[in-house]
């Protein structure tokens, strides 16, 4: 029944038809979008700055302090939208945290 003439969901798609229009059943998969550049400029903002610092980086010594928060200064007065840039690097501030004392790479 997941089969029939090449068509997948055949048995779904057969009970959609009979509630939903043919159009939405049968588009191409579309992604979503996660407003991440408005959550680091609004409720994340604080954990942001935070793992942003530039002491904080500077003593790290792996990414370049300055690059990085021109780009947070960038985005947070509005000119850029660099979240999923900065995300990337949020990623690793949080997992330098909590990963790197156990490996000795702090």
Request: hydrophobic share 45%; with cysteine.
């Amino acid at each position: 029944m997941k089969l029939h003439d090449g068509s997948t969901k055949w048995l779904l798609r057969q009970v959609l038809y009979r509630h939903v229009p043919r159009d939405l059943v049968e588009r191409p998969k579309m992604g979503f979008g996660f407003p991440i550049g408005a959550m680091l400029r609004g409720p994340l903002r604080s954990w942001a700055e935070d793992l942003l610092g530039e002491q904080r980086l500077e003593a790290q010594g792996l990414l370049d302090p300055a690059s990085i928060r021109q780009a947070w200064c960038q985005h947070l007065s509005g000119r850029r939208d660099l979240g999923y840039e900065l995300w990337a690097v949020l990623a690793l501030q949080a997992w330098m945290d909590r990963w790197a004392p156990n490996v000795g790479l702090q």
